[in-house]
C-alpha cells in the first residue's frame, strides 16, 4: 500500500487444437492465490514458468528490487497481451462466474487531462472497458511498465489470480489511498481511478525524487509497521527502487526471505518481497532491460 506525505485475431483451428492449447497453457502456469495487502502468497503449485527463473531468497537485493528502465517501459505489453496475461493466470475463473473474474471485469475510463506535474499525458474517456484496456491505456499514458502495474494488482489484491474477488478488492485494487494507520480514502475507490493514481504516483516518485523519504543512498527502511520490530539500512541505488519503497515503506526480514512464498514471522513484511517474486517469476528478472 501507498506511503503519503506524511506489473490478434486468431485463424480458425480445429476445436481439438484450440482444447490442446488451452489444457497445454493451463499445465504451465504457476498457480498464486488471493493475496490480500502486504500478506504471503498462499503455496504455489511447484510448477515452471516457461524457462523464467524461480525467485529465491537468497538473490533478493533490498537496494535494488526494480530498474529504472522496467519500470519505465511503457510498451512491454500490448493491450491484447495484457488481457490473455490476465486470462492465463486465472483459467477456473468463468465469464458466467457470480463474482467477476479480472479478465471479464470491466468499467468507465474516466477522461483525464494532463498531469499538471507532466506525470500523465491526457487519457479520453471510454465506458465499459475491459480491465486489461483501462491498464494498457494507463500503462501508455503515464509511462509506466503494464507488467508493473500487473503484479501491483496481485500484491495488493490477488486480483490476477483470484476466482472469488470481493468488491472491495477492485475498489482499492491498488491499494491507492489506503495508509497502514488509517482507512482507505473514498476518494481514490474504483478500479480505474485506482490503477491510475498508482501509475501517476510511481511517475512522480521518478520525476521528484528528491522530495520523498526513499532516495537514492542509504536509508533507514522498517521491516514492518510495527516500529518494535526495528528497521536496518538499505543502500538504494536507483529511483526506481525507491519509488517502490516509498509505496510501500517496508523491506523483508531474513524469515521472510527464508520462505520466498509463505509465511515468515510477526515481524515480517511482505509487499516488496511479493512484488519482486511475481515479476521474476511471471516476466523475468526485474532488474534486467
Same mark, same amino acid.
Given at each position: 500500500?501507498?506511503?503519503?506525505?506524511?506489473?490478434?485475431?486468431?485463424?480458425?483451428? %480445429?476445436?481439438?487444437?484450440?482444447?490442446?492449447?488451452?489444457?497445454?497453457?493451463?499445465?504451465?502456469?504457476?498457480?498464486?492465490?488471493?493475496?490480500?495487502?502486504?500478506?504471503?502468497?498462499?503455496?504455489?503449485?511447484?510448477?515452471?514458468?516457461?524457462?523464467?527463473?524461480?525467485?529465491? &531468497?537468497?538473490?533478493?537485493? #533490498?537496494?535494488?528490487?526494480? %530498474?529504472?528502465?522496467?519500470?519505465?517501459?511503457?510498451?512491454?505489453?500490448?493491450?491484447?497481451?495484457?488481457?490473455?496475461?490476465?486470462?492465463?493466470? !486465472?483459467?477456473?475463473?468463468? *465469464?458466467?462466474?457470480?463474482?467477476? $473474474?479480472?479478465? !471479464?471485469? %470491466?468499467?468507465?475510463?474516466?477522461?483525464?487531462?494532463? /498531469?499538471?506535474?507532466?506525470? $500523465?499525458?491526457?487519457?479520453? &474517456?471510454? %465506458?465499459?472497458?475491459?480491465?486489461?484496456?483501462?491498464?494498457?491505456?494507463?500503462?501508455?499514458?503515464?509511462?509506466?511498465?503494464?507488467?508493473?502495474?500487473?503484479?501491483?494488482?496481485?500484491?495488493?489484491?490477488?486480483?490476477?489470480?483470484?476466482?472469488?474477488?470481493?468488491?472491495?478488492?477492485?475498489?482499492?485494487?491498488?491499494?491507492? &489511498?489506503?495508509?497502514?494507520?488509517?482507512?482507505?480514502?473514498?476518494?481514490?475507490?474504483?478500479?480505474?481511478?485506482?490503477?491510475?493514481?498508482?501509475?501517476?504516483?510511481?511517475?512522480?516518485?521518478?520525476?521528484?525524487?528528491?522530495?520523498?523519504? =526513499?532516495?537514492? &543512498?542509504?536509508?533507514?527502511?522498517?521491516? /514492518?509497521?510495527?516500529?518494535?520490530?526495528?528497521?536496518?539500512?538499505?543502500?538504494?541505488?536507483?529511483?526506481?527502487?525507491?519509488?517502490? =519503497?516509498?509505496?510501500?515503506?517496508?523491506? #523483508?526480514?531474513?524469515?521472510?526471505?527464508?520462505?520466498?512464498?509463505?509465511?515468515?514471522?510477526? $515481524?515480517?513484511?511482505?509487499?516488496?518481497?511479493? *512484488?519482486?517474486?511475481?515479476?521474476?517469476?511471471?516476466?523475468?528478472?526485474?532488474?534486467?532491460?
Amino acid at each position: 500500500m501507498p506511503f503519503f506525505h506524511f506489473f490478434a485475431s486468431r485463424s480458425a483451428a %480445429s476445436l481439438r487444437a484450440v482444447t490442446a492449447a488451452t489444457a497445454l497453457a493451463t499445465v504451465l502456469i504457476v498457480v498464486f492465490t488471493w493475496l490480500p495487502p502486504d500478506q504471503p502468497p498462499a503455496a504455489a503449485v511447484p510448477v515452471p514458468v516457461l524457462d523464467l527463473p524461480v525467485a529465491t &531468497g537468497a538473490v533478493f537485493d #533490498p537496494g535494488y528490487i526494480l %530498474s529504472d528502465e522496467v519500470l519505465s517501459d511503457s510498451r512491454s505489453m500490448t493491450e491484447l497481451q495484457v488481457q490473455a496475461f490476465i486470462a492465463e493466470r !486465472a483459467p477456473g475463473c468463468a *465469464f458466467t462466474s457470480a463474482t467477476i $473474474c479480472l479478465r !471479464a471485469y %470491466s468499467s468507465e475510463l474516466p477522461a483525464r487531462p494532463a /498531469s499538471d506535474g507532466g506525470q $500523465c499525458a491526457a487519457i479520453e &474517456g471510454e %465506458s465499459r472497458v475491459l480491465a486489461s484496456r483501462i491498464v494498457f491505456r494507463v500503462a501508455r499514458a503515464c509511462q509506466i511498465n503494464p507488467q508493473v502495474l500487473l503484479v501491483m494488482l496481485q500484491k495488493e489484491q490477488g486480483l490476477i489470480t483470484t476466482v472469488s474477488p470481493t468488491d472491495r478488492a477492485y475498489r482499492v485494487a491498488m491499494g491507492y &489511498g489506503c495508509p497502514d494507520s488509517a482507512a482507505c480514502d473514498t476518494e481514490f475507490y474504483g478500479f480505474a481511478s485506482q490503477v491510475y493514481r498508482a501509475a501517476q504516483q510511481l511517475r512522480n516518485y521518478l520525476l521528484d525524487p528528491g522530495y520523498w523519504r =526513499y532516495r537514492v &543512498g542509504p536509508v533507514a527502511v522498517q521491516f /514492518s509497521p510495527r516500529s518494535t520490530c526495528g528497521a536496518a539500512v538499505v543502500n538504494i541505488r536507483n529511483p526506481a527502487t525507491a519509488a517502490l =519503497y516509498n509505496y510501500t515503506p517496508y523491506q #523483508p526480514n531474513a524469515a521472510a526471505l527464508a520462505n520466498p512464498r509463505g509465511q515468515g514471522d510477526a $515481524c515480517s513484511s511482505y509487499g516488496n518481497r511479493n *512484488f519482486w517474486v511475481f515479476f521474476t517469476e511471471w516476466f523475468g528478472s526485474p532488474t534486467t532491460s
